[in-house]
């Protein structure tokens, strides 16, 4: 596996195979790549800086039952 970060593009790379790439989709800020036979070759992670914080972002109740934000 290797993994890049394009940084002018904001875009991080995941390369899980060097399979060939046959067909690309869409899924929500990502565009994964596809061998012939549908197995992931390469993710592309759109907005990459905006999508990790995101995915980083832990909700958690507090006793008086308020939504509070913890950042990991």
Request: hydrophobic content about 45%; charged content about 35%; cysteine-free.
């Amino acid at each position: 596996m290797r993994i890049s970060y394009n940084r002018e593009e904001d875009i991080l790379i995941i390369e899980v195979s060097e399979e060939g790439i046959d067909y690309a989709e869409d899924v929500g800020p990502m565009i994964i790549h596809f061998t012939k036979e549908g197995k992931p070759v390469l993710v592309e992670i759109l907005d990459a800086s905006e999508f990790l914080a995101e995915i980083t972002k832990v909700s958690v109740r507090a006793k008086d039952n308020k939504l509070a934000e913890v950042w990991v």
